[in-house]
């Protein structure tokens, strides 16, 4: 069984469609890249898995549960969690502070009264940063942090629930070079301990880091296979050569 399963996935937005049946399968384990040109619909496909919009037609199953019309939150305890394109750290907090209040946005209340809950919360808090090289800066207010420091510091918030599968909209959006490749690093080997769809422009970034693409266009499904099947599709290469 597959970890996510959409299918058929329509969307509309008023007269637009921004997505058109769309089928989508992520497996266990699956650095999985999703890549297409502006417009057609990447960001859409991340919000109707993630909950923040409501597909107008079509299922989506997840660890076999079919969550098409679960809430975020539903959707976030289930195991789904979502990077958007627009940050959302509280910039006059510090690193760890963020990363403390994304994991206990996720924690049930009663759990946090308990001081063993805690020191449970610190250690995965530390735990998180180091896996995302954030430590250093545990201290420091997420506003002094570069734009890669910053970006890192949302997949960390992310992931402080220990999800299954982590959903990322464009996180090298605005990076250096230097970032860019930094987070390749740190995202090849989060993928033991979760799946993770990644949107992505910078195509020599995704070939390096992804095992599967998959190629929107239109709201249509172009293309999916490994990254060397999608160098050598015809209909990919013309969309890519015609209108990007
Ligand atoms: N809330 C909305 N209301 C109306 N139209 C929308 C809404 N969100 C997206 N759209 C439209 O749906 C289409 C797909 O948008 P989407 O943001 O999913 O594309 P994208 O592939 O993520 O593009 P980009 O690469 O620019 O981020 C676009 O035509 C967009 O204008
Ligand atoms: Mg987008």
Redesign the pocket.
Known sequence: MALLEAAAVTKA?GQ?T?LSSVDFVVEEGQLHGLI?P???????LLKCIAGAELPSGGRIHFRGRDITQATPAERARAGLSLKF?VTSVFPELSVYDNVLLALQARSPLTALTFSRTRADLHGRVMEILGELRLLDRAAATAAVLSHGEQQWLEIAMALASRPQLLLLDEPTGGMSLEERRATGELLVPLRQSCSIVIVEHDLDFIREICDVLTV?DQGRVLETGTVEQIQRSRKVQEVYLTRV
């Open positions: 937005f637009l921004a297409g502006n417009g057609s619909g990447k960001s859409t394109q929107l």
